[in-house]
């Protein structure tokens, strides 16, 4: 046998049963979902040119991506991420459409983890990008289309925090320090890290900007951080700007969204090239990772060439279907009806009566030895209710 | 809901943390008197004894909340979690070491680097625009440079003593190392409350 017959790859993994279920239970929600607002579908290739994917363009590292070569020497790689491929899609095949225009997807992406990480390589996201659409009512719908996410796949102990990518910048704009040196904040910023962003900050203390941007790890939670932003930020009209729209929004949101939990969280400050407005993810409360990420990023389309708004978010399946499993497990297979057994001679009668006992509804299946005896007792295991013994009549064994 | 589930890397910082704890009112008695046992619960919260690389890991997949481990681990390792507090205790630095009154940085021949650290060792020779072989070396990495397989080290220096008494002197400081706390990002954001109540309890003891 060859070494590499028995295994999946590194972070790639089969499904089966209850996960199957599961996943086209979450699929068809979201469809549902996303459809009866107004989006419409798009399927993009899953293997596109590397150039589109681009570290300046996505802000995703190139070891992290999968690469292949194309017969005419091209490189290839297989789609880390869902929003560029559509962006690519509506500045070339609907170039001429009006905006505002609505697509969802469902798709697998794909991202090479380092081994042992324990991380999925291959992740199926579904998503919504609002294109050609800005101000407070678009902002407006893609968030509450997160919140309903979880709504509709039936989980009520979510979170959903907001931020603002301009809130960041009007701060460190003010700082006069390189592209470097606001990197390097940032990064330390996103990961909360308040030692190496005092270090960073410290000799800036007559900055006021300075300031702010050392207690932005801190700002997060409710309404009352936006009051105390609000007090530090005093005078920077651009940061007063960016907190009077995620107010309004929280306000909102929190008004339409009965019982969720709404937060805010001024130092998420990810992908900070890549969003320009409102950023926000959402977490279900017991799972360890960030289940939705979204905002609106207005440069990104005219790298296309087609300068246009956007916003948008994707969800990480996988979360959504884990929590579903916990929920309902074994009860999401469907249930067995019936078993069918053809005695020699009346197989095709017996295929007939399976393909009637389908179209009526009846999950069936056809036990193929053993005698009656033997589709009896397929039938116990399975939990169907009648067992039919076809011949030159048809008997039927009702099942308690 | 599960009781908010702290890793600590077992060893170097264990001792520090378990005086932490104390200033902080936790009783940690089932900790000190731990035997076999790699999950012991301190106060209201659960302990989860582990090896530093594993402290990241658990804490990156949300099986655990928070985690103390050292810088050293963080920066070779990385990941997505918050790094939330500088502990200021289990202190020490990168360095890079060689023999004695050894020039790595000029000259046109490759130098070669032993390290336990080759992400670490990796980024510092990029910044200094420096093209080095790395080998990665699991035990005492100042065996290399004495049994001549490479002209320099990268690892933790905490007094200088091995380094000293085996004839090699610190080169460069790279970075300095300090105990951390880490947090898982989701726990951050839907368990605030109990996270900060104890960051906070952190906080006050270290100021005390």
Redesign the interface.
Known sequence: MKKYMKKTPEGLKDMLYEECAAKAEIERSITELFTMRGYSRAITPTIEYYDLFDDDMTGIPQEQMYKLMSMTGRIMALRPDMTIPIARLVSTRLKDMPAPIRLYYTENIFKVNING??HENEITQSGIELIGAKGFCADLEVLDMAVKVFEKCGITDY?I?MGHAGFFDSLVGGLGVDGEKKESIRKSIE??????LSRILSGMEDSPAAEVLKLL?SL??GAEILDEAERLCAGNEAAMECLDYLRELYVKLTDISSGSSI?L?LGMVHRNNYYTGVVF?G????????VISGGRYDKLMEKFGRDMPATGFAVENNALISSLIASKGSRLLPKVGAVIYAERGYEAKAVILAGSLADEGCINRLCFSGGEEGAVSCAKELGAQRVYIVAEQVKTVELR | MRPIRIALTKGRLEKSAVELFERMGLDCTELKNKGRRLILPVGEYEMVLAKANDVLTYVEHGVCDIGFVGKDTIAEKGGNFYEMLDLGFGRCRFAVAGPDGCDIFTGHREMTVATKYPNIASQYFESRGMDVRLIKIEGSVELAPLLGLADAIVDIVETGQTLKENGLSVIEEIMPISARTIVNVASLKTRKNEIQKFTNGIIKALSL
Not at chain 1, 191 to 196: I, L
Request: proline share 4%; charged share 20%.
């Open positions: 990480s324990g979170t925090e990961s909360k890290n308040y030692a190496e790890p997060y939670g937060n969280d993810r977490y279900i409360n017991g799972y360890g990772n960030t």
